[in-house]
């Protein structure tokens, strides 16, 4: 059984940093992509970033490319979530999700319903 446990977050000041790891258990993940997405209260779901597990590719929203930055260590199975240059609008529940094996037909991997495991949540506030 996949369990995803993220931590990390907290209460920063605007244009401070934080890191949320992501540590992944139950299974190897050489085929899984890991993303990160959020949200805030009254929002949907939005994505930040993901990482394929084996050959370390990334993509990011672009509300984030340039502050955040997704990385993995494989030893240890955990994704990490390097913030910085934070903003207000950066606010919300942070979560990490996972997908695999990787297949024909998955959906976009900017999308959470393409996602088939999720973590519990990290709450990020930064205040203005």
């Known amino acids: 059984q996949v369990q995803l446990v993220e931590s990390g977050g907290g209460l920063v000041q605007a244009g401070g940093s934080l890191r949320l790891s992501c540590a992944a258990s139950?299974?190897?993940?050489?085929?899984?992509?890991m993303g990160w997405f959020r949200q805030a209260p009254g929002k949907e779901r939005e994505f930040g970033a993901f990482?394929?597990?084996?050959?370390?590719?990334?993509k990011y929203a672009d509300s984030v490319k340039g502050r955040f930055t997704i990385s993995r260590d494989i030893a240890k199975n955990t994704v990490y979530l390097q913030m910085n240059s934070l903003k207000p609008e950066d606010t919300a529940v942070y979560y990490c999700?996972?997908?695999?094996?990787?297949?024909?037909?998955?959906?976009?991997?900017?999308?959470?319903?393409?996602?088939?495991?999720w973590g519990q949540g990290t709450q990020v506030t930064v205040s203005s």
């Open positions: 999700a996972a997908v695999g094996p990787l297949r024909s037909g998955l959906g976009p991997l900017n999308r959470p319903a393409s996602y088939d495991y």
């Open positions: 139950g299974r190897t993940f050489s085929n899984f992509a």
């Open positions: 990482i394929t597990w084996s050959g370390g590719s990334t």
